[in-house]
């Protein structure tokens, strides 16, 4: 049950677009489409943003989109808002019938 | 609209034993995944367990295999994880969340447990 690899960090300017990695592994993201994606800001709980790899649930932007390619799943915030600042966490179903998160990401919006 | 409530969490000494409990409202419990999530002070989430619908089934994560067992009581519409065994590193704020799609879509407000003598 290794984490999922994820940069520490990313950061961005307004209105550009910014994308998070996460990286795992033949038994979690490589094996399911169950990888999903969550953000947090200080001193709240996490939020879904993203689940099945590409689904959005409702209220959550358009400007959040998901996708995967082999063992990495991606992360991308089109047109950034002050209000995306905020820690990101991607999480995977794996083979062993448990989940597993990432290592976090701060977005930092410049 | 889900609503989660954490509780039971507080202080234990190492090697002590902790109950924390998840009231659920809104949503239809009984046949809802549900699952504990903890994240420790300044650090990133971390999946804890998972109960399938019935309680029939459930998974840990091997840092809790063994000390936590989770349970539910459909009647009561709330979700449990006893802790037994406790040491320092288990100290963290405890979430429990929905799971739809194998992702975790509604979470409580979390409750924190503080492992220390």
């Known amino acids: 049950q290794s984490a999922l690899t994820q940069p520490p960090s990313a950061s961005g300017s307004p209105g550009q677009s910014v994308t998070i990695s996460c990286t795992g592994t033949?038994?979690?993201?490589?094996?399911?489409?169950?990888v999903s994606w969550y953000q947090q800001h200080p001193g709240k709980a996490p939020k879904l943003m993203i689940y099945?790899?590409?689904k959005r649930p409702s209220g959550v932007p358009d400007r959040f989109s998901g996708s995967k390619s082999g063992n990495t799943a991606s992360l991308t915030v089109s047109g950034l808002q002050a209000e995306d600042e905020a820690a990101y966490y991607c999480?995977?179903?794996?083979?062993?019938?448990?989940?597993?998160f990432g290592g976090g990401t701060k977005l930092t919006v410049l | 609209e889900v609503q989660l409530v954490e509780s039971g969490g507080g202080l234990v000494q190492p090697g002590g034993s902790l109950r924390l409990s998840c009231d659920a409202s809104?949503?239809?419990?009984?046949?809802?995944?549900m699952h504990w999530v903890r994240q420790a002070p300044g650090k990133g989430l971390v999946w804890v367990s998972h109960?399938?619908?019935?309680?029939?089934?459930?998974s840990y994560a091997d840092s809790v295999k063994g000390r936590f067992t989770i349970s539910r009581d459909d009647a009561k519409n709330t979700l449990y994880l006893q802790m037994n065994s406790l040491k320092a590193e288990d100290t963290a704020v405890y979430y429990c969340?929905?799971?739809?799609?194998?992702?975790?879509?509604?979470w409580g407000q979390g409750i924190l447990v503080t492992v220390s003598s």
């Open positions: 969340a929905t799971d739809g799609a194998y992702a975790l879509h509604g």
């Open positions: 099945e790899v590409t």
């Open positions: 809104g949503f239809t419990f009984g046949p809802t995944w």
């Open positions: 033949s038994s979690d993201v490589g094996g399911y489409n169950s």
């Open positions: 109960i399938k619908g019935g309680g029939r089934r459930t």
């Open positions: 999480n995977s179903y794996t083979a062993s019938d448990s989940w597993v």
